[in-house]
C-alpha cells in the first residue's frame, strides 16, 4: 500500500465521529501496516516469512507464558503493553534484520523518524505513552524491557531450530553473531538462556548455525 | 501444514530441554499454527485476508488504546491476556466467520473439542489458567471479556469500512446482522458503539451494507 498517505484517506471515517475517537480509530486503522512488514524470519507451521503482527503477538503469548523464567520479578501487564508496541515504528521503518549488517546501520534515525511521524496521530497524551512504552522497550533496561527483549531473541531463535536453519542460514550468521542474540536470553533468564544454549549448541552440532573461524 | 502431528515433530527439541520448560516451548511452537489461519476479514494495508494472529494483536493493541471507553472500569492487563488467547482454539477448529451460517453450526463443540487437544500441551497450572481465560472471554459476562468482546466486533467493522464493504458483502451479512454485531460494541462502550453506529448508518447510505427487507 501507498506509504505518502494515511490508511484511513482510502475511505475516511465519518465526519460526525469525534475528535478523540477518531483519532484513536486513525491509528488503529494505521497500525493494520503492521501486518505487511516481513521478517527475515521463516514461520513454523507455514512455509513463508513471519510479519511483524503475527510476530508480536507471539511474543506477547510468550511474554504470558513464560514469565515465571524471569529472573527479576516482571509486571506482566506491563510487558504486555511493551511488546504490543515495540515494533509499530516498523509500519514506516521497515524490519530491519539482525544478520543483515547494512539494514542497522541507519536503523536508529529510521525508527526514529517514523516515531515522530506515526505516533502524533493519537491523541498527545497517548501519543507520549505509547512513545514511553516503545522507549522503555529499546532501552532495555527494566526488568520488563529486559525480559520482553529477551523473548524477542529466543521467538526467532526457535522458528529457526523448528527450520532446521533459518536466519541461521543468512551471511551474517555465525556463531558469534547468533551467540550475541542468546546472550539477550541469558542476561533475563537463567532457564530460558540455558534452553537458547541447548538450541544452538545442536544447532551447531546440526550444522545448522556456521562456526565462527578459530 | 499437516495437522495430525505436532509443529515440533518437524524438528523435535534438545531432548536436555527440560519438563516444563520443554512443554511451554512445545505450546509455543504449537501456536504459530495461528498465524495460518485465515478470517473473512480483509486487512485495509494489503489486498489479503486477516489471519488469526494478526487480528489477535490488533484487538491486544485495541484494548490498549481504547480502554479509556469502557463503560465499566477494567484490569487492562487482565483484558490483554483474554484478548492474546481467544482464538487459540482455532489452530485446530478454524475460524468460523459470523455471517457464514453453516461455519457456526458446530463451532462450539469443535472449539470445546479443540481446547481438549491443545490446552494440556501446557503444564497443568497453565492449562488450567489458560482454559480459564478462554472460557471468561467466551461466557463474555465479566467487564474485561466484555470490552474485549466489543474490540472482537469493532475492528472487523473498521476493516470493512475501510475496504468500503469487506465481509459486510458476504450473502449472510444483512443490516439486522451487522447491527447485531454492533450491539456488541454498544453492550461495553456508549462512545465506541456510537463510532459502531455511525460506520453502520454510512455503510448503509453508501450500499456498503444491504438493508433488510422492510
Given amino acids: 500500500m501507498d506509504n505518502t498517505g494515511l490508511v484511513v484517506d482510502r475511505s475516511p471515517l465519518p465526519p460526525e465521529i469525534d475528535g478523540r475517537v477518531a483519532a484513536q480509530l486513525t491509528f488503529v486503522a494505521e497500525a493494520d501496516r503492521l501486518k505487511t512488514v516481513l521478517r527475515a524470519s521463516p514461520l513454523a507451521a507455514a512455509d513463508r516469512r513471519e510479519n511483524d503482527a503475527e510476530h508480536s503477538w507471539h511474543l506477547a503469548l510468550?511474554?504470558?507464558?513464560?514469565?515465571?523464567?524471569?529472573?527479576?520479578?516482571?509486571?506482566?501487564?506491563?510487558a504486555l503493553k511493551l511488546v504490543l508496541v515495540h515494533d509499530?515504528?516498523?509500519?514506516?521503518?521497515?524490519?530491519?534484520?539482525?544478520?543483515?549488517?547494512?539494514?542497522?546501520?541507519?536503523?536508529?534515525?529510521?525508527?526514529?523518524?517514523?516515531?515522530?511521524?506515526?505516533?502524533?496521530?493519537?491523541?498527545?497524551?497517548?501519543?507520549?505513552?505509547?512513545?514511553?512504552?516503545?522507549?522503555?522497550?529499546?532501552?532495555g533496561v527494566t526488568p520488563e524491557a529486559r525480559?520482553?527483549?529477551?523473548?524477542d531473541r529466543l521467538e526467532p531463535m526457535l522458528l529457526n531450530w523448528l527450520?532446521?536453519?533459518?536466519?541461521?542460514?543468512?551471511?551474517?550468521?555465525?556463531?558469534?553473531?547468533?551467540?550475541?542474540?542468546?546472550?539477550?536470553?541469558?542476561?533475563?533468564?537463567?532457564?530460558?538462556?540455558?534452553?537458547?544454549?541447548?538450541?544452538?549448541e545442536h544447532g551447531l552440532r546440526n550444522g545448522w548455525i556456521r562456526r565462527s573461524p578459530s
Fill in 147 to 151: 525480559f520482553c527483549k529477551a523473548m
Fill in 88 to 139: 509499530l515504528v516498523e509500519v514506516y521503518a521497515g524490519d530491519s534484520p539482525v544478520f543483515d549488517a547494512a539494514s542497522v546501520v541507519d536503523q536508529h534515525e529510521r525508527e526514529a523518524a517514523a516515531a515522530d511521524r506515526l505516533f502524533p496521530l493519537l491523541p498527545a497524551d497517548q501519543a507520549r505513552t505509547v512513545r514511553e512504552l516503545w522507549e522503555e522497550f529499546e532501552a
Fill in 163 to 200: 527450520n532446521r536453519g533459518g536466519t541461521w542460514q543468512m551471511p551474517g550468521a555465525t556463531e558469534a553473531t547468533v551467540r550475541a542474540r542468546e546472550a539477550g536470553v541469558v542476561a533475563a533468564s537463567s532457564s530460558l538462556g540455558a534452553a537458547a544454549d541447548l538450541l544452538v
Fill in 62 to 78: 510468550m511474554v504470558l507464558l513464560l514469565a515465571e523464567h524471569s529472573d527479576e520479578p516482571i509486571d506482566v501487564g506491563h
